[in-house]
């Protein structure tokens, strides 16, 4: 499980970097939203939960059974993807508004504030 | 534990709220941000003189046991970033009033204002690594909304850049949450310094350290990750690039200390001279950047890169005494940067442009706002008895103490190059005859000197009574590199661990 999520994470993260690197606007944001799946995915291996095989629940009595996993890795990736979500939202439609501003998809056209 | 320490958080909460209710009203949303930044900088003001004799003040919310809950902790390097956010936010909310347009002011500009003031002031009080994350995206998303507010061509340009390179910096920040999580089992920054000691995986925890420096240093604006802010800081109004220069880089310095000076202090000793040498790049590279720009915000954007070389400089010193020099030096220059930013924004409106070639005759016409600019720069060039001497003084001083020759000798060149650079804009904007009638043009509102030359007036008498600065800042630095004592102050004498495992069983 823990290879399989490995090499998964690693996918996420180059694959993310590629699309980054690309000089369209759009595709620079799918990058982010990957990059962001895979931060998530490695929280998600770095609680007991992946290695022990074992869920993040208690019992009728509130008590954890022996064995269970440790359940805040769950919150952390619950806060993060909401964030990203609300910053992936908001990316998109700065950049629909610049497209409509700039009338082009291409970073390298996005370059009047640094020009002398 | 001290609730009271949440006051700072709740207080710009409760006024955004009411400002966004009360939007019709402008004259109701302005008085609520001045009131509500008004209690955060009396607050702060009264932790400046209640933590250096007391030690680090704690909150534990919801009264959750520290290692498990969220703790709140006010150590003398966190109470003066908290007095000075409300401070700067202050003066930013008075200048705002001249400043700031019926359409923005309309489209929640001063809820923006509170907002970003809460995650300022959060992200300064918190105690715990993942909520810091948190208090991050809350001043984040208030700032992509300052920044982009408006939505000329140039502002969605520069923010479109802003917004992602600051978003990757958070990301990596995330990252680097979720690895220390996964490496020493907890987030509570106490708790974390604690096991730091005992752990024993060196390899691991300068990568984690190695993660947390491309973070906060691409929040810092450090050498080379700095290339978001001078192609976005000059596209908001003034306003907004002041409270900007004044805030969101000294977050990524204030996380730099904190991670560094309390987290990984062990990693110091590898990592000390590499925030050196950034240092020292930072300085030049900022310095130099200016050179080529005839604008007077893009020439300001440059000299913060350069001055955060300073207070990186502090830290990478790697003491208790470079920590504290560092502080002296950060709080004097999120002081007179701004107020350069307010003057410069002000002779901006005046001339109706802030190119270079087609400003000057100032001196003549507004002579206040002359003044005020000159001894700006003085103090930004570090000339005695400003604060910016006493700072850069303190900071050469520990270099010179710890045998660090090189980085003091380019600190003290980049004095020069920086004076030279701010002389530019003086010559140009205020010495030099106008190619038009200056008579013609308009006087400068009292609204826009008087933010301005109030903070330079406070960093003259900084200056002057630098005595009670330097020993606040030598408290301060020697509690944020004190490891026991804040772990003492936040989980009790026994430390994190010893309630960790009480609990555990």
Redesign the interface.
Known sequence: MIILLAIAIGSLFAGATYL?LRRS?VK??LG?IM??HG?NL??F???DGVRRGAPPLVDAQGQPPAGAADP??QA?IL??IV?SF??TA??LA??Y??NQ??GSDDLDD?????R? | MVFHLFLPIVSPLIGAALAVLLNRLPLASRLIALLSTLINLGYGLWLMVTVPASGPLVAQASGWLAPFGISLVADGMSALMVMLAALLMLTTIIYSFFSIDYERERHFYYPLLLLLLLGVSGAFLTGDL?NLY?WF?VLL?AS?GLI?LG????Q??????Y??LN??GS?AF??G???M??FAGT?NMAHIAERMATLTNPGLQTVLAGVFLFAFGSKAAIVPLFFWL???Y??PPVAVTAIFSGLMTKIGVYSLYRVFGLLLQNELAIYGPWLTLLAGLTMVIGVLGAV???NVRRILSFHIISQIGYSIMGIGLASAAGLAAGLVFTAHVMIVKMALFFIGGAAEQINGTGDLKRMGGLARREPLLALFWFLGILSLAGIPPLSGFIGKLILLQVGVSQQAYLITAVAAATSILTFFSMLKIWNEVFWKKSYEDVSRLPRVRFGLLAPGAALVILSVALGLLAGPLVEYNTIAGQQAFDRDAYIAAVCGVDGCEAVYQAAVR
């Open positions: 980054v606007v620079l944001i982010l990059l962001s931060v490695l929280i291996t770095m609680g805040l890795v952390l806060t993060a964030i609300g910053f908001f990316v700065l950049a508004r610049s501003a700039v996005l370059s009047t504030t640094d002398l | 993942f948190v995206e998303v992509f982009t939505g000329s061509r140039d969605l340009e520069g923010g479109l850049k917004v992602v978003l990757l990301t995330l990252f949450c979720g690895l999580y996964g987030l001078p192609s976005s000059h596209t080529a720009q005839m």
